[in-house]
């Protein structure tokens, strides 16, 4: 490929803005900014489950999210786990699912999940089977964010911590780069790859409806080791999901819910998440209602939710032309990260993707504020958050 004349600013080197700049490093000037550090917030707390065949997403954002971590398995420090993912069905739910699985899964009964993977649940009696799914895995999200940052680099990125961008440099309504604390820098694109503070940042320049989003986390080290291939999973009355760590722990994350204030927020981990997970959750698997509690975490800063719950990526009309933003990643930013930098791509270049757009335009929101509800991926009748 032979490098354009386009310069690049992209703003913020979360595992969004480094997949992007890996995305157009290969034949454009890349310069990442970021006022922190490389994945020092919300990317690097990621539980890095890819559970693309459970989630709303249209059929090729999934296939081709999946194809570049299988592509990338094995480059720079990365690597990606398959496993199957079972998301459990509750006994009064049974008979819903024992012709049809939504979505590709295939329906098996208590008994048929016990024999299938020995060893690995503990007790299902509330429970008259699952739904299993293909095309799962996980990942180690640091891993990830730095083998995007090495692979970008290697491109021939640039990527800066601790520079702040003030604002966007703008004349007769074309964006020529943007101001720094250090001074300006020029650039014929500007991505803003900034989560929840998109909002803010971009104020003078269009309405972005989104808000702050956190999730919780709490890493158990088991009494047993559970089998290396033990499934993923997720309970969906409690919209919880837990996965198999490399060091064998087990990673149960869920929680999802809105903020007002984030910076002003505790750190903690909510007592009644703490005591869902160890009262109601642990049980359920192997051994780990016996384990100790080794770490519990929520995203430092905030994730960032949309009104219905899909990211906005596009070059708004009533903004200035070369400005892009990403935003509203609903806590996949790391699952679409492939995704989010291929359509970024399309849209500096004019290349046609290989899945659809659409559902990623800002217009599609009529209202811009950020008075909305959550949107839960879990879809209805799968329970409620726990509050």
């Known amino acids: 490929?032979?490098?354009?004349?386009?310069?690049?600013?992209?703003?913020?080197?979360?595992?969004?803005?480094?997949?992007?700049?890996?995305?157009?490093a290969p034949d454009h000037d890349v310069i990442v900014l970021d006022k922190g550090g490389v994945a020092a917030d919300t990317s690097s707390r990621a539980s890095g489950m890819i559970s693309l065949s459970l989630e709303p997403f249209p059929d090729e954002w999934a296939s081709f999210a999946l194809s570049q971590f299988r592509a990338l398995d094995g480059q720079g420090i990365f690597s990606f786990t398959e496993r199957e993912t079972v998301r459990l069905v509750p006994e009064t739910n049974t008979d819903l699912y024992t012709d049809q699985a939504p979505d590709g899964g295939e329906f098996l009964t208590r008994p048929e999940l016990e024999r299938r993977y020995p060893d690995s649940f503990g007790d299902l009696s509330a429970y008259g089977g699952g739904l299993v799914y293909d095309g799962t895995g996980y990942l180690?999200?640091?891993?990830?964010?730095?083998?995007?940052?090495?692979?970008?680099?290697?491109a021939g990125a640039e990527i800066f911590r601790d520079h702040e961008v003030l604002d966007i440099r703008v004349e007769d309504g074309m964006v020529i780069g943007v101001e720094t604390e250090y001074g300006p820098i020029d650039a014929d694109h500007v991505v803003y790859a900034t989560g929840w503070k998109t909002r803010d940042l971009l104020a003078d320049y269009v309405d972005v409806p989104?808000?702050?989003?956190?999730?919780?986390?709490?890493?158990?080290?088991?009494?047993?080791?559970?089998?290396?291939?033990c499934p993923m999973g997720s309970e969906p009355t409690m919209q919880?999901?837990?996965?198999?760590t490399a060091h064998g722990n087990v990673l149960v994350g869920g929680?999802?819910?809105?903020?007002?204030?984030?910076?002003?927020?505790?750190?903690?981990?909510?007592?009644?998440?703490?005591?869902?997970?160890i009262e109601d959750v642990a049980p359920l698997l192997d051994g780990v209602a016996r384990g100790r509690i080794r770490r519990e975490d929520c995203c430092p800063t905030a994730d960032c939710a949309s009104p219905d719950g899909l990211p906005i990526i596009d070059t708004p009309e009533e903004g200035p032309d070369g400005l892009t933003m990403v935003t509203g990643l609903h806590g996949r930013g790391i699952m679409l990260s492939p995704v989010t930098g291929h359509a970024v791509r399309s849209l500096v270049t004019g290349e046609e993707p290989p899945f659809p757009m659409a559902q990623f335009r800002l217009d599609r929101f009529d209202d811009r504020s950020a008075d909305f509800e959550y949107r839960s991926h879990w879809g209805p009748g799968e329970g409620n958050p726990v509050p």
Request: proline share 7%; hydrophobic share 45%; aromatic share 6%.
């Open 1 to 24: 490929m032979s490098i354009t004349n386009d310069r690049i600013v992209v703003v913020g080197a979360g595992v969004s803005g480094l997949a992007i700049a890996r995305e157009l």
């Open 140 to 154: 180690d999200a640091l891993d990830y964010t730095m083998t995007l940052k090495w692979a970008a680099e290697r």
């Open 210 to 229: 989104v808000r702050p989003l956190r999730w919780n986390a709490i890493v158990i080290e088991p009494n047993d080791p559970l089998p290396a291939d």
């Open 240 to 244: 919880i999901y837990w996965r198999l």
């Open 255 to 277: 929680n999802e819910h809105l903020l007002t204030d984030p910076e002003g927020t505790p750190m903690d981990v909510q007592t009644s998440f703490r005591e869902r997970v």
